[in-house]
């Protein structure tokens, strides 16, 4: 569905009392005939302006290859600035569909968890509003600061379908994101999994 239709259709779930709002973030879509590509971020903020209340995020962003991390997170800092306790973060490894047709070659799956694991600390770091020098295996940034951003929290969502990405989302972020099908995967092994992640950091399981 192309931007104008979206925004029509989101503006019509606020005023239906709608309360949250995912958009996917693609630079392919999945399919050729009648397909649409439109950017995700711009979106984003069209959509916020252009609604009162609904909170509206991204399911997913990959802050992996396609994204620098501190891009990721000056974005998400300007839209929870100018529109305040109605913005979240849905973050993920990402598709070779997005990444490699926009330059980049496609990772291993311990690699890429790697990088997602160094965006989430970097992207967490930065909204701080502190002086950051970071250098990790895949990423670097020196004397960074984000000078525009909120003082609220942002939520980050973490997306996955295997039990390290469920375990880093309980350590790590608001909340967990699967598309996994199968109800005793989701309620043997990744549950336990964010339960596992939300022990070690000290977080509340059910509120995640």
């Known amino acids: ?9 989101v503006i019509i779930m606020d005023e239906k009392g709608i309360q949250r709002c995912w958009t996917s973030d693609h630079y392919m879509p999945w399919w050729d005939s009648g397909a649409s590509g439109g950017a995700a971020w711009p979106w984003l903020g069209a959509a916020l302006a252009k609604t009162e209340s609904i909170v509206l995020g991204i399911g997913v962003t990959a802050p992996i290859l396609r994204y620098h991390p501190a891009v990721v997170a000056q974005v998400f800092a300007t839209l929870e ?10 973050i993920g490894r990402g598709e070779a569909l997005n990444e490699v047709t926009s330059g980049h070659s496609w990772p291993s799956n311990a690699e890429k968890f790697e990088r997602l694991e160094e965006a989430i600390y970097l992207i967490k770091k930065l909204w701080t509003g502190d002086w950051v020098n970071f250098k990790g295996k895949y990423y670097w940034v020196k004397d960074s600061k984000l000078y525009t951003r909120s003082q609220n929290n942002i939520p980050i969502y973490l997306a996955g379908i295997g039990k390290q990405t469920a375990q880093l989302a309980g350590e790590e972020t608001d909340g967990f994101v699967t598309n996994e099908l199968d109800v005793e995967v989701v309620r043997d092994k990744l549950f336990p999994a964010l339960k596992k992640g939300a022990t070690i950091s000290g977080k509340d399981y059910d509120s995640l």
Do not use: A, K
């Open 1 to 9: 569905m192309n931007p104008n239709d979206l925004l029509n259709d």
């Open 81 to 90: 600035y100018m529109f305040p306790n109605r913005v979240f973060l849905g």
